[in-house]
């Protein structure tokens, strides 16, 4: 069993930044990629990054790819999200999700956090 809890969402102009952070509790947390996600108001729920189990391996989705870093530590049981160059359209509730291997698909994550709130203004 993982729990995940994220924080740092917020309000911001568009052109601004933020990180958010996903804590996980337990002592498995390095036994799964991570995945950041997203859900907009009337919209599924869609992939913004990964990153593997090592850290090793990262993708992100085309509408946010070098604007957006993904990290994690370990040592920690934390992984991130940099969030830089915010546009209105990256308004959404972000989730943190835990999966088995590196994946894109909301159906191959086994657990989640709560979401927390990032609304870019104009």
């Known amino acids: 069993q993982v729990q995940l809890v994220e924080s740092g969402g917020g309000l911001v102009q568009a052109g601004g930044s933020l990180r958010l952070s996903c804590a996980a509790s337990?002592?498995?947390?390095?036994?799964?990629?991570m995945g950041w996600f997203r859900q907009a108001p009337g919209k599924e729920r869609e992939f913004v990054a990964v990153?593997?189990?090592?850290?090793?391996?990262?993708y992100y989705a085309d509408s946010v790819k070098g604007r957006f870093t993904i990290s994690r530590s370990n040592a920690k049981n934390t992984v991130y999200l940099q969030m830089n160059t915010l546009k209105p359209e990256d308004t959404a509730v972000y989730y943190c999700?835990?999966?088995?291997?590196?994946?894109?698909?909301?159906?191959?994550?086994?657990?989640w956090g709560q979401g927390t709130q990032v609304t870019v203004s104009s």
């Open positions: 990153i593997s189990r090592s850290g090793g391996s990262i």
């Open positions: 999700a835990a999966a088995p291997g590196v994946a894109a698909q909301v159906s191959d994550y086994s657990y």
């Open positions: 337990g002592r498995t947390f390095s036994s799964y990629a």
